[in-house]
């Protein structure tokens, strides 16, 4: 998450992740380097040597010019580049109307009720969604959407995140905003526009009822990412006064 790469104090060791080692069936390893962190590229790398993981998924400020080098001497490891993900945030502000009123569509933060509809939701919006996942051929693709559904459930069962969603007339979920708190940050971890609504402003909507939202909680700052060839994500959040923070490189090193 956010705090990840801007927490340069951060102690940096790659960790088992067990929900993806479990998803894949091989053990993955993850390892974030914060900005401005005090680790050499050298360090880093040694820190992957010793990793005994099928998968490292090691991510890292893009401005780190010289590590795609160093982690590509790194004996008895495939390492590719899998994405290149980019942060934007924008302040959460004091809403002067309520909004979304007019617009036709429902806001609301959802419960374990919508749990099916939510999973639905997930399985079209994600299906070809082109993540760092989809760029190593080693890793199935039903489990990389499965992977998204229920990363898209987890909000429903934990007090630290929110669950937004936007319905039709019909109720039906035509927006949706998996948001985590993280003291006075919120970081939207994953949103999606049903096809057929995408394009209709759907996006701004939701984030002018989020920020309502967000402001009763006291929460000051939300931030976004995506991979940056999303244009259509990075359009929809610049109308929405996000702006520009960093951007970050994810390689794969897969064991040989
Ligand atoms: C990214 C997303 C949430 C934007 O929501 P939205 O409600 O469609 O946003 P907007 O209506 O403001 O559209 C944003 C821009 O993308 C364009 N766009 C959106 N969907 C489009 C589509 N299916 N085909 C072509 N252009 C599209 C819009 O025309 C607009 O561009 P413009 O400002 O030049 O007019 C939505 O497109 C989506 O769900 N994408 C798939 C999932 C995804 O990428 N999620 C983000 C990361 S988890």
Redesign the pocket.
């Known amino acids: 998450m956010f705090s990840d790469f801007t927490n340069s104090k951060r102690l940096v060791l790659p960790l088992r992740s067990a929900v993806e080692s479990n998803r894949f069936g091989i053990n993955v390893d993850r390892l974030n380097i914060p900005q401005r962190s005090e680790f050499t590229d050298y360090q880093i790398a040694d820190l992957c040597r010793v990793s005994d993981a099928d998968l490292i998924i090691l991510r890292f400020p893009k401005d780190r010019g010289h590590l795609p080098n160093t982690i590509s001497t790194i004996e008895h490891r495939n390492v590719f580049l899998a994405d290149n993900l980019v942060y934007y945030s924008r302040a959460i502000m004091k809403p002067e109307f309520a909004s979304g009123a007019s617009s036709g569509f429902g806001f609301e933060i959802a419960d374990n009720r919508r749990r099916e509809a939510i999973e639905n939701f997930a399985q079209i919006?994600?299906e070809n969604?082109g993540s760092h996942y989809r760029a190593n051929p080693k890793l199935d693709r039903g489990a990389i959407l499965q992977g998204y559904m229920e990363w898209a459930l987890s909000g429903l069962d934990n007090s630290k995140k929110i669950s937004s969603v936007v319905l039709d007339q019909s109720e039906r979920i035509v927006?949706f905003a998996l948001v985590a708190v993280d003291g006075e940050i919120a970081e939207i971890e994953?949103?999606?526009?049903l096809?057929e609504?995408?394009?209709?402003?759907?996006?701004?909507l939701q984030m002018e009822w989020l920020n309502s939202h967000l402001s009763s909680r006291c929460i000051k700052k939300v931030v976004i990412s995506?991979q940056s060839e999303?244009?259509?994500?990075v359009?929809?959040w610049v109308?929405s006064g996000f702006q520009f923070e960093f951007a970050l490189l994810t390689y794969h090193l897969m064991k040989t």
């Open positions: 919006v994600f969604y927006g994953l949103n999606g526009v096809p609504y995408q394009g209709r402003g759907v996006f701004g995506t999303n244009l259509n994500a359009k929809a109308k």
